[in-house]
């Protein structure tokens, strides 16, 4: 039988994984959509005709009415809707950040490792990319040498004004305190941020673009311009530096066009297109090994660990130097 799945939150990313799930997935079937504003769970509902619709997450466990859930609400919403799963045993794909801040992210762990076993699948779907997975065996492979240090781009054509400066951390540069240990191997030591001149472009209240700088305790040097006002489209692309070789990925591969003695290929416009071949795979992992009773991909620990990342990144934003991360050894149950 079909994964019974519900989706608590029916925003941009919940409508995503819904029209995923109806459309894309094999093995699984919207049974349950908890959205409490009612235009955004007709909306969704329209997408999956059989689901059952709540407004509170408990409604939908006491109703039996799922076998697994997608946290999409927005981060500071994950808590309470993670213990709620946690505590019915049920499996879960948790949209980034686990949660926003490291003490609720720990709560969240603790109830984990009460229940005994690993529920928890965090949402870094970038680990699903095609490109950064070919990145990470070449890195395991050695076959260039050892990797020395990684560079990386995360541009935006534009944010909303509701984004902040400390969203420039929490909300994009997550992506990378995830995805670059785990594909150079190791664990961020420091972090550390240094602005560039200011674009003139960006909303008012946002002092961008920035350079990220984080060292791994394999001693591999990472650095990430984050900027989100580049307005020519989107892109996200890294440069791997290794003994013997270089490596990119993230290069442009849109269509090529020659005319007036000008040559163009098309870029992405969002991240919609650029990461969605890994929302796919993400999903696909997730349902596939749901059914068989496992849970792999990125971690609640992986969650903690960015959530440290983040806070000492959000210091580094009004600090100079690095900030070095306080990490404890990891739990028995992720080691
Ligand atoms: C957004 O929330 C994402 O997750 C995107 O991947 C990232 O590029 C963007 O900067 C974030 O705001």
């Not at 799945?5 to 459309?23: C, P, W």
């Not at 949402?123 to 065996?137: I, T």
């Not at 909303?160 to 594909?183: A, C, K, R």
């Amino acid at each position: 039988p079909d994964l019974r799945v519900g989706v608590v939150g029916a925003g941009l990313m919940g409508t995503d994984h819904i029209t995923r799930l109806t459309t894309t997935i094999a093995g699984a079937t919207v049974s349950a959509i908890v959205e409490p504003d009612e235009t955004r769970s007709a909306a969704a509902t329209a997408l999956a005709p059989g689901a059952a619709t709540y407004t509170r997450i408990e409604d939908a466990l006491e109703a039996g009415a799922m076998d697994a859930v997608v946290v999409a609400t927005p981060g500071q919403f994950h808590e309470p809707v993670l213990l709620a799963a946690l505590r019915a045993g049920l499996p879960i794909l948790c949209e980034k950040p686990l949660t926003p801040d490291p003490e609720s992210s720990w709560r969240v762990l603790e109830t984990e490792q009460a229940v005994g076993r690993r529920l928890i699948q965090v949402g870094f779907m970038r680990r699903f990319d095609p490109q950064y997975r070919q990145l990470r065996d070449l890195v395991a492979a050695g076959t260039a040498g050892e990797l020395l240090m990684v560079r990386g781009v995360h541009r935006n054509p534009a944010v909303p004004g509701s984004y902040t400066q400390q969203m420039l951390i929490n909300d994009s540069v997550v992506h990378e305190f995830d995805v670059v240990p785990w594909l150079a191997g190791g664990t961020i030591r420091s972090v550390e941020v240094r602005y560039a001149k200011r674009n003139a472009l960006s909303p008012a209240h946002l002092r961008e673009p920035i350079l990220v700088l984080m060292e791994l305790d394999n001693d591999v040097l990472v650095d990430v311009e984050m900027n989100v006002s580049i307005q020519f489209g989107y892109q996200v692309a890294t440069e791997a530096v290794f003994q013997r070789g270089v490596a990119r990925i993230g290069q442009p591969e849109g269509l090529q066009l020659w005319q007036d003695a000008a040559f163009r290929i098309a870029e992405h416009e969002g991240f919609g297109t650029r990461f969605s071949a890994a929302y796919d795979a993400q999903l696909r992992a997730w349902v596939d090994a749901t059914r068989r009773g496992e849970a792999t991909g990125p971690s609640a620990w992986d969650g903690y660990k960015v959530a440290v990342a983040c806070a000492a990144g959000v210091e580094a934003l009004g600090t100079t130097g690095p900030v070095a991360l306080d990490l404890p050894p990891a739990p028995d149950l992720y080691a």
